[in-house]
């Protein structure tokens, strides 16, 4: 646990390579191994435009409901402006600053988390529609480092669906062995396909690295 402590993330005087070189020491178990990436994150000044940086570790990305899943990224990801007032550490004045996000390392196992409530805890039932494989280049720091950041291709392999209410509801998943696709509901399972898995409406996607 001690190890844990010595990560520092906001460090400015630490290279990319020796965070996370840092970041695989404290957190060496085989499910930060597996589903554990690093993000950088850049939070701007809007009044002396100053830049603050941060490395933070992530192993779910949680996105805002949109039409497909790269748009649910590509909002996550693009520069978006921070909702509550923000603190500049070199003014030291209170702002509207904005805030950027970009993929640094990424893990062997992405899991995206699609929203599916809204403020008015109602579901939304609206498609995202995914595909079998997805590449991440996009959304990686454009001079990262390939052996740090790793490949950017994905296959999709898992998928939870909520059918139900907040109030109310219940889990299924479909899942891929092989080259087959099943359909899990607690205690039974059946064949499916690929095309019935990407006709859901995901709750959970699980991507693999390709190898």
């Known amino acids: 646990m001690q190890n844990r402590l010595r990560f520092n993330g906001s460090d400015p005087k630490k290279s990319i390579p020796l965070l996370c070189q840092e ?6 178990t085989i499910i930060d191994k597996i589903f554990s990436g690093i993000t950088q994150t850049i939070v701007k ?4 435009k100053h830049e603050s940086v941060t490395c933070n570790p992530f192993m779910t990305q949680s996105l805002q409901h949109k039409p497909t899943l790269v748009k649910c990224l590509a909002d996550h990801y693009n520069e978006n402006a921070l909702d509550d007032y923000y603190t500049c550490e070199n003014c030291h004045k209170k702002t509207k600053a ?13 899991i995206f988390h699609i929203k599916r409530f809204d403020s008015s805890f109602r579901k939304i039932e609206k498609m995202t529609t995914f595909g079998a494989s997805l590449d991440m280049a996009q959304f990686c720091m454009p001079d990262a480092d390939p052996e740090i950041r790793g490949n950017t291709q994905y296959e999709l392999f898992a998928i939870t669906v909520h059918h139900g209410t907040l109030s109310g509801g219940h889990y299924v998943a479909f899942a891929r062995r092989g080259a087959h696709w099943y359909n899990f509901n607690d205690e039974y399972f059946q064949r499916s396909s690929e095309t019935q898995a990407l006709k859901q409406q995901a709750y959970l996607l699980f991507y693999r690295q390709v190898e």
């Open 45 to 48: 000044c809007g009044k002396c």
């Open 23 to 28: 970041y695989d020491t404290c957190y060496s």
């Open 98 to 110: 904005k805030v950027r996000h970009m993929l640094v390392k990424l893990p062997k196992v992405l």
